[in-house]
T-cell receptor, first 113, second 116 residues
C-alpha cells in the first residue's frame, strides 16, 4: 500500500531565506511519481514540481527543487528565496500504477517579513 | 490554454438531498479525477474517469457516483447527503490515465459543499 508522510504540520521561514519541507513515502511499486502541490487559502491545488522514480536528476522548477533520495524514500521540497506569497499549505503526493494521487497531511508554511 | 473549471464554487444543501458537481478539464485532457478534502480525513481519492469509463475508484460508499461525457467533462453526484459530506471537492485533469512522466494532474478551484 502507498503511504505519504509529512511530519511538519507547520513551518516558519524568513522572507528571502530558503526552506525545506519534508516528505517520505512508501510503496512497493518500482515505478511511481512524486508531486508537490501548493494550496493557498482559496483552496485551489497548484502543481509545483514532479519527480519520476526513474529520473536520474533532481527536478527543478524555478525557485522550487525536489531533493529526491530514493534509497531513503524521501522527496523533500526546497523553496529558495521565500516570498510572502509562498505562505500556504504544501502537499506531497505520490502516484503509482493507477492514475490516483495519495496525499500527505500537508505542511503549513508561513513566510515572515 | 484555460485551466480546469468547476461549478458551482459554493453549495449549501440539507441532509437527505442530492447534489451534482461539474468539472471541465483542460482542453485535450481525457482523464478526470475527483478528490474530497476534509479537515479530518485530508485529501482522499474518489474516482477517475477516462474516455467515459470509470477506471479507478476510492473507498467511498455508493452514494458517491460520477460520469464522464464524450467531451471529457465530468460530473459527480452525491445522493442522500450526510453532514459528513461537507467538504471541498476537487477535480483534476490529466492528458491520459496511468502514472507516468508528463501525465501530471492539474486541479480546478474546487467546489465547497456545506451540508446542514
Amino acid at each position: 500500500a502507498q503511504k505519504i508522510t509529512q511530519t511538519q504540520p507547520g513551518m516558519f521561514v524568513q522572507e528571502k531565506e530558503a526552506v525545506t519541507l519534508d516528505c517520505t513515502y512508501d510503496t512497493s511499486d518500482p515505478s511511481y511519481g512524486l508531486f508537490w502541490y501548493k494550496q493557498p487559502s482559496s483552496g485551489e491545488m497548484i502543481f509545483l514540481i514532479y519527480q519520476g522514480s526513474y529520473d536520474q536528476q533532481n527536478a527543478t522548477e524555478g525557485r522550487y527543487s525536489l531533493n529526491f533520495q530514493k534509497a531513503r524514500k524521501s522527496a523533500n521540497l526546497v523553496i529558495s528565496a521565500s516570498q510572502l506569497g509562498d505562505s500556504a499549505m504544501y502537499f506531497c503526493a505520490m502516484i503509482s500504477g493507477a492514475n490516483n494521487l495519495f496525499f500527505g497531511t500537508g505542511t503549513r508554511l508561513t513566510v515572515i517579513p | 490554454k484555460a485551466g480546469v473549471t468547476q461549478t458551482p464554487r459554493y453549495l449549501i444543501k440539507t441532509r437527505g438531498q442530492q447534489v451534482t458537481l461539474s468539472c471541465s478539464p483542460i482542453s485535450g485532457h481525457r482523464s478526470v479525477s475527483w478528490y474530497q478534502q476534509t479537515p479530518g480525513q485530508g485529501l482522499q481519492f474518489l474516482f477517475e474517469y477516462f474516455s467515459e469509463t470509470q477506471r479507478n475508484k476510492g473507498n467511498f460508499p455508493g452514494r458517491f457516483s460520477g460520469r464522464q461525457f464524450s467531451n471529457s467533462r465530468s460530473e459527480m453526484n452525491v445522493s442522500t447527503l450526510e453532514l459528513g459530506d461537507s467538504a471541498l471537492y476537487l477535480c483534476a485533469s490529466s492528458y491520459t490515465t496511468g502514472s507516468r512522466s508528463g501525465n501530471e494532474q492539474f486541479f480546478g478551484p474546487g467546489t465547497r459543499l456545506t451540508v446542514l
